[in-house]
């Protein structure tokens, strides 16, 4: 299968006070083609970090990211908005900003102007892109702002699909504590995605969430480790230099 | 050198069956620092923690194994100070430290979790380090693989057969979610460890 996505030798640390966080280091993975790709890690272990760089609205320090043959830490930001445009769709629930006073439908049409519809034609691709996520006909005529925070995250996936992008990248989408509503999303996620072919690379705090995923990838040790083997070949950075101490780190 | 010599079939025997890991632990155990039955079952007791059954007779049983094959020798001491019976104190043989080596580098069962693992790391020397970061990154890599295997849910379903296999998937999928925490922060800590005190 053809890679969509393939990330290289990342490395990425943020400043903390004097220093610096080391989130990444040396770690690679891939996504394929039509591919749906979990990836699983704690609080705080860079999921949305690797997420924003996957789809190019956040730079590495070092390594590379292709997507379809672009290396998107050095393309331009024009070149890069027009793939979050088209090919890349990013969602992150924590995003949504509707206008106040329009409806669910009006804001998913207003987000479809772009491409070239007329009013008439954005509202009722909206419609069927709402439909196609769960949201009924009265849901996608109320106020955007009054929406559960579960239709929005069922609307703002409406968003990325009606775009027909080649990879979606969601971070985190399920703000629910019911079992039964998660599951359904992403069952949901999963079943469009594959209609449609798209690529998915999801992250999750929550293994469960990711079941029948095609490729789990954990973040640990600042390494990406992947069911797939092959995704992280580079070797353990700290092994050449364990020596004695190591010993009083076991025991 | 007797032991590297002969007998490599015998020499794995000691490394099948359910006790292997406690094997395994007593040859660190004994390698470390030589000692009798009580002893050592206490040791192991203290470095494993309560989540296993240490049981002395099931030491002094182990430790016989391992001198049967060779991996150890009892010798007879003299009471110490204050003690009136002589003990039967175990002391590492020259084929010990090649066996542990061995016992490391052994792949482990593909059970979600993985108590050997937990045991090698429990008397794990210096020289291990490596072979333990590559173990515990490999055990990660395998848990992921198995949550892969599981069959996803399929949407909402109301009958009882879907929800007692949604239980099932979520009784997997949290021992996988455990391991691989586990895994991933055994690896953080040694790493951080090397990069605080770097070897001189």
């Given at each position: 299968?053809?890679?969509?996505?393939?990330?290289?030798?990342?490395?990425?640390?943020?400043?903390?006070?004097?220093?610096?966080?080391?989130?990444?280091?040396?770690?690679?993975?891939?996504?394929?083609?039509?591919?749906?790709?979990?990836?699983?890690?704690?609080?705080?272990?860079?999921?949305?970090?690797?997420?924003?760089?996957?789809?190019?609205?956040?730079?590495?320090?070092?390594?590379?990211?292709?997507?379809?043959?672009?290396?998107?830490?050095?393309?331009?930001?024009?070149?890069?908005?027009?793939?979050?445009?088209?090919?890349?769709?990013?969602?992150?629930?924590?995003?949504?900003?509707?206008?106040?006073?329009?409806?669910?439908?009006?804001?998913?049409?207003?987000?479809?102007?772009?491409?070239?519809?007329?009013?008439?034609?954005?509202?009722?691709?909206?419609?069927?892109?709402?439909?196609?996520?769960?949201?009924?006909?009265?849901?996608?005529?109320?106020?955007?702002?009054?929406?559960?925070?579960?239709?929005?995250?069922?609307?703002?996936?409406?968003?990325?699909?009606?775009?027909?992008?080649?990879?979606?990248?969601?971070?985190?989408?399920?703000?629910?504590?019911?079992?039964?509503?998660?599951?359904?999303?992403?069952?949901?996620?999963?079943?469009?995605?594959?209609?449609?072919?798209?690529?998915?690379?999801?992250?999750?705090?929550?293994?469960?969430?990711?079941?029948?995923?095609?490729?789990?990838?954990?973040?640990?040790?600042?390494?990406?480790?992947?069911?797939?083997g092959n995704a992280t070949v580079v070797p353990f950075p700290a092994i050449a230099r364990l020596g004695g101490s190591a010993r009083d780190a076991l025991s | 050198m007797a032991g590297s010599r002969a007998k490599p079939q015998q020499q794995r025997e000691w490394m099948r069956g359910g006790s292997a890991s406690m094997?395994?632990?007593?040859?660190?155990?004994?390698?470390?620092?030589?000692?009798?039955?009580?002893?050592?079952?206490?040791?192991?007791?203290?470095?494993?923690?309560?989540?296993?059954?240490?049981?002395?007779?099931?030491?002094?049983?182990?430790?016989?194994?391992?001198?049967?094959?060779?991996?150890?020798?009892?010798?007879?001491?003299?009471?110490?100070?204050?003690?009136?019976?002589?003990m039967i104190v175990y002391h590492p043989t020259p084929t010990t430290s090649q066996a542990l080596t061995m016992w490391m580098e052994t792949l482990l069962p593909r059970e979600p979790v993985r108590l050997g693992l937990h045991a090698k790391l429990?008397?794990?020397?210096?020289?291990?380090?490596?072979?333990?970061?590559?173990?515990?990154?490999?055990?990660?890599?395998?848990?992921?693989?198995?949550?892969?295997?599981?069959?996803?849910?399929?949407?909402?379903?109301?009958?009882?057969?879907?929800?007692?296999?949604?239980?099932?998937?979520?009784?997997?999928?949290?021992?996988?979610?455990?391991?691989?925490?586990?895994?991933?922060?055994?690896?953080?800590?040694?790493?951080?460890?090397?990069?605080?005190?770097?070897?001189?």
């Amino acid at each position: 299968m053809r890679q969509l996505l393939q990330i290289s030798d990342l490395g990425k640390a943020y400043p903390d006070g004097d220093g610096r966080i080391s989130l990444f280091e040396h770690a690679a993975m891939e996504v394929a083609e039509g591919s749906h790709v979990g990836v699983y890690g704690r609080r705080h272990s860079g999921k949305s970090t690797l997420l924003r760089i996957a789809a190019g609205i956040e730079r590495p320090d070092g390594g590379s990211v292709r997507f379809e043959g672009v290396e998107l830490t050095t393309a331009s930001p024009a070149r890069l908005a027009l793939l979050l445009r088209s090919r890349i769709a990013y969602v992150s629930v924590a995003d949504w900003r509707p206008n106040s006073g329009e409806s669910v439908a009006q804001h998913l049409a207003l987000s479809l102007g772009g491409a070239g519809l007329t009013v008439g034609q954005a509202e009722r691709r909206a419609l069927r892109e709402l439909d196609a996520v769960g949201v009924g006909g009265s849901e996608a005529n109320s106020a955007a702002c009054r929406l559960s925070l579960m239709d929005r995250t069922r609307v703002m996936l409406a968003r990325a699909f009606a775009h027909t992008p080649r990879l979606v990248v969601v971070d985190d989408p399920v703000l629910t504590s019911s079992l039964n509503e998660r599951d359904h999303v992403y069952a949901v996620l999963r079943e469009l995605a594959r209609e449609r072919g798209i690529a998915l690379l999801v992250a999750s705090e929550d293994l469960t969430a990711l079941q029948g995923f095609d490729v789990f990838v954990s973040i640990s040790s600042r390494e990406l480790c992947s069911s797939e083997g092959n995704a992280t070949v580079v070797p353990f950075p700290a092994i050449a230099r364990l020596g004695g101490s190591a010993r009083d780190a076991l025991s | 050198m007797a032991g590297s010599r002969a007998k490599p079939q015998q020499q794995r025997e000691w490394m099948r069956g359910g006790s292997a890991s406690m094997r395994g632990v007593l040859l660190g155990l004994v390698l470390e620092r030589p000692g009798h039955g009580g002893d050592l079952a206490n040791r192991m007791l203290m470095r494993l923690g309560e989540t296993w059954r240490v049981d002395t007779n099931d030491a002094y049983r182990l430790l016989e194994q391992l001198e049967g094959e060779g991996l150890i020798q009892s010798r007879l001491e003299p009471p110490k100070s204050g003690g009136r019976r002589a003990m039967i104190v175990y002391h590492p043989t020259p084929t010990t430290s090649q066996a542990l080596t061995m016992w490391m580098e052994t792949l482990l069962p593909r059970e979600p979790v993985r108590l050997g693992l937990h045991a090698k790391l429990a008397v794990a020397r210096a020289e291990d380090a490596q072979r333990l970061l590559l173990a515990l990154r490999d055990y990660e890599q395998k848990c992921l693989a198995l949550a892969k295997l599981v069959t996803p849910n399929g949407g909402p379903q109301a009958s009882w057969q879907a929800l007692f296999m949604d239980c099932t998937r979520e009784a997997v999928y949290t021992q996988l979610r455990a391991e691989i925490d586990w895994a991933a922060a055994a690896r953080q800590r040694i790493a951080e460890h090397a990069r605080r005190y770097p070897p001189r």
